[in-house]
C-alpha cells in the first residue's frame, strides 16, 4: 500500500483544523446537557469533533489527536474533580493512561470503516458509535479497578431500592463493584453514545463542506 506524502500546505492544514476541533472538543466538554446528583454528566457532543478528525484523516491520525484531548481532559480533571482525591500516585498515573489517555484515544477509532463501507454516512455512524462505546468500556474497566468501594454507598444510598437491596445481598464485593461500574457509566456514556451518533449522521448528511472535507482526506 503506497504511502501518501502530504505537502507542507496540507500538513498546516491538518494540524490548524486539528487544533480547532480539539479546542472545540475541550470546550463542549465543559457544556453539561444534563449532571447527574451521583456524579457523571453529558455533554454537548464533545466528542464529535475528535470523531470528525478521526474519520478524516484516519485512525492513526485519530489516536493522536484523541491522546492530546485526553491529556488536556486529565489536567482539567485534576483541578476540576474528585477522580483523584485519595488516591496514590501509581493509582492516579493509571486512572490517567485508563480514563483519559485510552479512553480519549479511542474516539479517533471512529474512522475504523472508512474505505470499508461504501456509504460513508453509515460508515462514520458506526465507526462513531464502536469508538464511544470502547470509550465506556475503558471507564468501566477503571471504576471496577479504583472505585468499587463505591458500590455500597451507590446501592445503599443513592438507589436504595428492592433491587439494590437484592444485590447487596447476593453479589459478592467483586461482582457488586462490576455492576456499580457498569451502571454508573452507562448512566452518561450511553445518553452520549446516542447523542454523538446522532450529531455524526447530521453533520456529515447536512453540512457538504465537511462532508466534502472528510471524504477525500486520508
Request: charged share 10%; hydrophobic share 50%; net charge positive.
Amino acid at each position: 500500500m503506497q504511502k501518501t506524502v502530504l505537502t507542507r500546505t496540507e500538513k498546516t492544514k491538518r494540524l490548524a483544523l486539528s487544533g480547532i476541533l480539539i479546542a472545540m472538543a475541550t470546550v463542549l466538554s465543559f457544556i453539561k446537557v444534563f449532571e447527574w446528583p451521583f456524579g457523571g454528566s453529558i455533554t454537548a457532543a464533545s466528542m464529535l469533533p475528535l470523531a470528525i478528525l478521526g474519520y478524516t484523516y484516519g485512525v492513526r491520525w485519530g489516536l493522536a489527536v484523541g491522546l492530546v484531548h485526553g491529556v488536556i481532559q486529565a489536567i482539567t480533571g485534576a483541578t476540576m474533580s474528585s477522580a483523584f482525591a485519595g488516591q496514590g500516585a501509581g493509582a492516579v498515573a493509571a486512572i490517567c493512561l485508563i480514563d483519559y489517555f485510552i479512553a480519549f484515544s479511542v474516539i479517533g477509532l471512529s474512522g475504523m470503516f472508512k474505505g470499508r463501507i461504501k456509504n460513508h454516512t453509515v460508515g462514520f455512524a458506526l465507526g462513531t458509535a464502536v469508538a464511544v462505546f470502547l470509550r465506556y468500556i475503558c471507564h468501566v474497566t477503571s471504576g471496577y479497578i479504583f472505585f468499587k468501594s463505591y458500590a455500597d454507598w451507590f446501592f445503599g444510598e443513592v438507589m436504595a431500592n428492592d433491587f439494590s437491596a437484592m444485590l447487596m445481598e447476593k453479589c459478592s464485593p467483586d461482582l457488586l463493584g462490576l455492576i456499580y461500574s457498569v451502571i454508573y457509566n452507562a448512566a452518561y456514556m450511553l445518553p452520549e453514545l446516542v447523542i454523538t451518533t446522532v450529531c455524526a449522521v447530521l453533520v456529515i448528511t447536512l453540512v457538504p463542506p465537511v462532508r466534502r472535507e472528510m471524504i477525500k482526506s486520508k
